[in-house]
């Protein structure tokens, strides 16, 4: 009983944050957001209030969570890797024409400038109330200014100021200049239309002047005109590019789709291609060195502790498990701390002067240093576990057959052996390709040798792509995200033949 | 017969070396059969050890800077700690309980739904049963780490509606919480396949549901698996960077990785260096405790969630 109100209690619950979410969603238009709790929500009462369909009882949770937060970023991401999403581009293409005919707005010269006051007829205190100008002429002249346009207004109703701008009207109550200040955009954007494209627009909080936009905008063709130089824009993939092939664009863009760009850019674009190749080749490089080196390493060890009359294996055995138990990124940034080229325990210990940090081959061996402390204790472990686990009549069998002790291992326990930790040194391959803790919290790419302020010299992709989308040179999104699907590609490509091992492995047994 | 022959062979073959070498005195023998593997093992377990002696000193060395440093501090003092536990600049409590917390509920909740799932595909037959262990396979094949731009622009819209779950604590716990079926549901499949089905069977025909057959069984006997990947688990969430680096910006809401690597990135490694020391020990004492402690669990399960997988 008390578990069947637990379950009614959880349902009650999902309905209630469905009731809650649902209307949001529907009133900021997030089609594929209602949908998801729409249909979340269906399947889960479905699944529940039901006697039948047990297996899906224990399934719906995790695969909704697997769906929703693992499944879904990788379509988006697939999505964006073919866009131009980015700064920049993080605009509609309708928000980017408004942005570009706003930002050229210029003043049209020898037109009258007018003292400016602003009124409402609700609360002044309120930033979101609706507003009209009052706007005093150089003749003396009021006018009253709406975004339907200009019209004058009766000068015997209203009160002047000593700089001639309005300060009461019936009918109408003034914001002072403090609420005036905190209208903020809302006072920039609001333009009073003149006609023959001229319009007037705050300058500040007391004035205002006559503009005209020097950038018109064809609805007909999309098309931009510069009014000043008469140059034409046609958009091209989510930017306004001159027809004139001067190559000049307008500032603002748009998301718009790209095509195949973002990825034959990574070939084609000769500033990216030769970085991205070399961070590539090391890419490879560290992930193989390091599965490499970490497994010599703790084979090595585990064969020589391993040996029957050798005493205190087992302070040995501890020992060496310390690098393996602490936290990754504790010993990473100690070994950093210990690498500092200035101050660095390394250096001062061993009396070295080596730029750790400043030269791109030290770089590179301090990292490949530091990974081998972090995974041959593993590896040891394995190895060691696997070579007692041996059968000792194979190996005495081997001895029988006239094999010496080299021969036996070469021929019966290291084919053992590797048969059992291959998926494993195919698995840490696969950890050390996407390495990012590593590169991050060590160097952080750094030296930049490549002539580029974004790939450094020891970036993983992982890390070279993470900087393109976070790094403070601007957000690439859509390109860091085709770089991302060329990792996924990589990584799967990886998994995928380590699986194959494991299958041949099992057939094998 | 066969048992005296290699013995036999043995004999023959020492007779031999006596003629050509003078016998080895004893301690010769020891060094070169035992001797050099201790020296062996000396060196390696100093090069494991080394660092994390430097951790220990630094923490302990009341100067505090990472060029005061060395081996052997010379005096000791809780300096480091107290300014560290002081310091409102870098709130290490608060990263600390932030991690625990963080990690902590995505490793009980994704451990949970994978067990779940593990249950279902080990007891249960069903369609799409393949298919789904197929999926779960492929899935896990792709680490989060690599989709972190679009979680990123996925939460940030989510947040412009729900601001509670714009990026942060709370939407990095359910972003831990995405991979929870692909980790370990494998794993637990395969430990729970050994667990015999006639006690199911049993408990089915004295009236038991399938919860409490899961919550009364299977639950239980599967309780050692759950602390090995339970462990590793929230030490792999407490390594998690690349994701709660951009999640977490504010000071108070960050997690001991993005904390600490604030705390002695951008030109403050040498400055903060004994503060820094002081929080390693604090957070990696706790981890290397409990990881000796199951040391035989732990690697025991790596081999064997590898060989099943």
Same mark, same amino acid.
């Given at each position: 009983?008390?578990?069947?109100?637990?379950?009614?209690?959880?349902?009650?619950?999902?309905?209630?944050?469905?009731?809650?979410?649902?209307?949001?969603?529907?009133?900021?238009?997030?089609?594929?957001?209602?949908?998801?709790?729409?249909?979340?929500?269906?399947?889960?009462?479905?699944?529940?209030?039901?006697?039948?369909?047990?297996?899906?009882?224990?399934?719906?949770?995790?695969?909704?969570?697997?769906?929703?937060?693992?499944?879904?970023?990788?379509?988006?991401?697939?999505?964006?890797?073919?866009?131009?999403?980015?700064?920049?581009?993080?605009?509609?293409?309708?928000?980017?024409?408004?942005?570009?005919?706003?930002?050229?707005?210029?003043?049209?010269?020898?037109?009258?400038?007018?003292?400016?006051?602003?009124?409402?007829?609700?609360?002044?205190?309120?930033?979101?109330?609706?507003?009209?100008?009052?706007?005093?002429?150089?003749?003396?002249?009021?006018?009253?200014?709406?975004?339907?346009?200009?019209?004058?207004?009766?000068?015997?109703?209203?009160?002047?100021?000593?700089?001639?701008?309005?300060?009461?009207?019936?009918?109408?109550?003034?914001?002072?200049?403090?609420?005036?200040?905190?209208?903020?955009?809302?006072?920039?954007?609001?333009? =009073?239309?003149?006609?023959?494209?001229?319009?007037?627009?705050?300058?500040?909080?007391?004035?205002?002047?006559?503009?005209?936009?020097?950038?018109?905008?064809?609805?007909?063709?999309?098309?931009?005109?510069?009014?000043?130089?008469?140059?034409?824009?046609?958009?091209?993939?989510?930017?306004?590019?001159?027809?004139?092939?001067?190559?000049?664009?307008?500032?603002?863009?748009?998301?718009?789709?790209?095509?195949?760009?973002?990825?034959?850019?990574?070939?084609?674009?000769?500033?990216?291609?030769?970085?991205?190749?070399?961070?590539?080749?090391?890419?490879?490089?560290?992930?193989?060195?390091?599965?490499?080196?970490?497994?010599?390493?703790?084979?090595?060890?585990?064969?020589?502790?391993?040996?029957?009359?050798?005493?205190?294996?087992? =302070?040995?055995? @501890?020992?060496?498990?310390?690098?393996?138990?602490?936290?990754?990124?504790?010993?990473?940034?100690?070994?950093?701390?210990?690498?500092?080229?200035?101050?660095?325990?390394?250096?001062?210990?061993?009396?070295?002067?080596?730029?750790?940090?400043?030269?791109?081959?030290?770089?590179?061996?301090?990292?490949?240093?530091?990974?081998?402390?972090?995974?041959?204790?593993?590896?040891?472990?394995?190895?060691?576990?696997?070579?007692?686990?041996?059968?000792?009549?194979?190996?005495?069998?081997?001895?029988?057959?006239?094999?010496?002790?080299?021969?036996?291992?070469?021929?019966?326990?290291? %084919?053992?052996?590797?048969?059992?930790?291959?998926?494993?040194?195919?698995?840490?391959?696969?950890?050390?390709?996407?390495?990012?803790?590593?590169?991050?919290?060590?160097?952080?790419?750094?030296?930049?040798?490549?002539?580029?302020?974004?790939?450094?010299?020891?970036?993983?992709?992982?890390?070279?792509?993470?900087?393109?989308?976070?790094?403070?040179?601007?957000?690439?999104?859509?390109?860091?995200?085709?770089?991302?699907?060329?990792?996924?590609?990589?990584?799967?490509?990886?998994?995928?033949?380590?699986?194959?091992?494991?299958?041949?492995?099992?057939?094998?047994? | 017969?066969?048992?005296?022959?290699?013995?036999?062979?043995?004999?023959?073959?020492?007779?031999?070396?006596t003629t050509t070498k003078r016998l080895r005195p004893p301690w010769q023998k020891w060094v070169l059969e035992v001797g050099w593997r201790h020296l062996v093992g000396i060196i390696a377990v100093a090069f494991a050890l080394?660092?994390?002696?430097?951790?220990?000193?630094?923490?302990?060395?009341?100067?505090?800077?990472?060029?005061?440093?060395?081996?052997?501090?010379?005096?000791?003092?809780?300096?480091?700690?107290?300014?560290?536990?002081?310091?409102?600049?870098?709130?290490?409590?608060?990263?600390?309980?932030?991690?625990?917390?963080? @990690?902590?509920?995505?490793?009980?909740?994704?451990?949970?739904?994978?067990?779940?799932?593990?249950?279902?595909?080990?007891?249960?037959?069903?369609?799409?049963?393949?298919?789904?262990?197929?999926?779960?396979?492929?899935?896990?094949?792709?680490?989060?780490?690599?989709?972190?731009?679009?979680?990123?622009?996925?939460?940030?819209?989510?947040?412009?509606?729900?601001?509670?779950?714009?990026?942060?604590?709370?939407?990095?716990?359910?972003?831990?919480?995405?991979?929870?079926?692909?980790?370990?549901?494998?794993?637990?499949?395969?430990?729970?396949?050994?667990? %015999?089905?006639?006690?199911?069977?049993?408990?089915?025909?004295?009236?038991?549901?399938?919860?409490?057959?899961?919550?009364?069984?299977?639950?239980?006997?599967?309780?050692?698996?759950?602390?090995?990947?339970?462990?590793?688990?929230? =030490?792999?969430?407490?390594?998690?960077?690349?994701?709660?680096?951009?999640?977490?910006?504010?000071?108070?809401?960050?997690?001991?990785?993005?904390?600490?690597?604030?705390?002695?990135?951008?030109?403050?490694?040498?400055?903060?260096?004994?503060?820094?020391?002081?929080?390693?020990?604090?957070?990696?004492?706790?981890?290397?405790?409990?990881?000796?402690?199951?040391?035989?669990?732990?690697?025991?399960?790596?081999?064997?969630?590898?060989?099943?997988?």
């Amino acid at each position: 009983m008390p578990a069947y109100l637990v379950k009614m209690g959880l349902l009650a619950a999902v309905v209630a944050l469905a009731v809650y979410s649902l209307p949001e969603l529907y009133s900021n238009h997030e089609w594929l957001g209602f949908g998801a709790v729409v249909v979340s929500t269906v399947v889960i009462l479905w699944v529940y209030l039901s006697r039948k369909r047990i297996h899906l009882k224990y399934l719906v949770p995790g695969t909704i969570l697997l769906l929703a937060f693992q499944v879904y970023p990788i379509a988006y991401l697939l999505q964006i890797s073919f866009s131009n999403y980015g700064d920049g581009h993080f605009l509609t293409e309708a928000s980017a024409v408004a942005a570009i005919v706003q930002d050229s707005v210029q003043p049209v010269p020898n037109a009258p400038s007018y003292s400016l006051a602003v009124a409402t007829k609700g609360n002044p205190a309120d930033p979101k109330a609706n507003f009209v100008f009052f706007l005093t002429g150089p003749t003396g002249k009021i006018y009253i200014g709406t975004p339907a346009g200009l019209s004058s207004f009766p000068v015997h109703d209203v009160k002047l100021s000593p700089t001639g701008s309005v300060t009461s009207a019936p009918g109408y109550n003034f914001l002072g200049p403090i609420e005036v200040n905190n209208l903020g955009a809302r006072l920039a954007d609001y333009s =009073v239309p003149l006609g023959h494209g001229e319009f007037i627009r705050a300058v500040g909080i007391s004035s205002a002047y006559v503009g005209r936009a020097t950038m018109q905008f064809d609805q007909r063709t999309g098309d931009f005109v510069d009014l000043a130089t008469g140059v034409k824009y046609a958009p091209y993939r989510g930017t306004f590019v001159a027809t004139n092939g001067s190559g000049d664009t307008l500032t603002a863009g748009w998301r718009a789709g790209v095509g195949f760009s973002n990825y034959t850019r990574i070939l084609t674009d000769s500033s990216i291609r030769g970085p991205f190749l070399k961070i590539l080749v090391w890419t490879f490089c560290f992930a193989l060195i390091s599965v490499v080196s970490t497994f010599a390493v703790g084979l090595f060890l585990a064969i020589v502790l391993n040996h029957p009359r050798l005493r205190g294996k087992a =302070v040995y055995r @501890s020992g060496l498990l310390f690098p393996w138990a602490m936290p990754a990124f504790i010993s990473i940034m100690v070994w950093a701390s210990m690498f500092n080229p200035q101050f660095g325990l390394v250096n001062t210990l061993f009396h070295l002067h080596v730029n750790w940090t400043g030269n791109e081959w030290w770089a590179k061996a301090m990292l490949l240093i530091t990974n081998l402390w972090l995974g041959f204790p593993y590896m040891f472990l394995i190895s060691l576990g696997v070579l007692q686990s041996v059968p000792a009549d194979l190996i005495e069998a081997a001895h029988v057959d006239g094999a010496n002790g080299y021969r036996a291992f070469r021929n019966v326990t290291f %084919p053992l052996l590797l048969l059992t930790v291959e998926p494993l040194l195919i698995s840490s391959f696969a950890f050390n390709f996407n390495n990012f803790n590593m590169i991050q919290l060590m160097t952080g790419g750094a030296p930049y040798s490549y002539g580029s302020a974004i790939a450094g010299s020891t970036d993983l992709v992982i890390s070279y792509t993470y900087r393109l989308a976070f790094g403070g040179q601007g957000a690439q999104y859509g390109f860091a995200g085709a770089l991302s699907i060329v990792l996924f590609i990589i990584v799967a490509a990886i998994s995928i033949a380590g699986l194959r091992r494991t299958q041949a492995f099992r057939t094998m047994t | 017969m066969t048992t005296i022959t290699p013995n036999a062979v043995v004999a023959v073959s020492t007779a031999s070396r006596t003629t050509t070498k003078r016998l080895r005195p004893p301690w010769q023998k020891w060094v070169l059969e035992v001797g050099w593997r201790h020296l062996v093992g000396i060196i390696a377990v100093a090069f494991a050890l080394f660092p994390i002696v430097f951790v220990v000193s630094s923490a302990l060395n009341p100067i505090g800077t990472l060029n005061g440093s060395g081996l052997v501090p010379h005096h000791a003092s809780l300096h480091n700690f107290s300014q560290l536990l002081s310091n409102p600049s870098y709130p290490f409590l608060d990263w600390m309980a932030n991690s625990l917390v963080i @990690s902590g509920l995505a490793t009980i909740i994704s451990l949970f739904l994978s067990v779940c799932a593990a249950y279902a595909f080990s007891r249960m037959r069903f369609r799409a049963r393949r298919g789904g262990l197929l999926a779960i396979l492929l899935v896990q094949m792709f680490p989060s780490l690599l989709s972190v731009i679009t979680l990123y622009l996925m939460f940030v819209s989510i947040g412009n509606i729900f601001p509670s779950l714009a990026p942060g604590r709370v939407s990095l716990v359910l972003v831990y919480l995405g991979t929870a079926l692909g980790v370990n549901t494998w794993l637990m499949k395969g430990y729970i396949d050994t667990i %015999p089905t006639e006690l199911d069977e049993a408990a089915t025909v004295d009236g038991a549901s399938h919860a409490q057959i899961f919550f009364g069984i299977i639950l239980r006997l599967a309780a050692p698996i759950l602390v090995v990947t339970g462990i590793i688990a929230f =030490v792999g969430s407490l390594n998690e960077l690349a994701i709660a680096n951009i999640f977490l910006t504010s000071g108070t809401a960050k997690t001991l990785i993005v904390g600490l690597s604030g705390l002695i990135g951008g030109g403050e490694q040498n400055t903060y260096f004994g503060q820094f020391a002081a929080g390693a020990l604090m957070t990696g004492a706790p981890v290397v405790i409990i990881f000796l402690a199951f040391q035989r669990y732990l690697a025991g399960g790596l081999v064997q969630g590898a060989v099943k997988s």
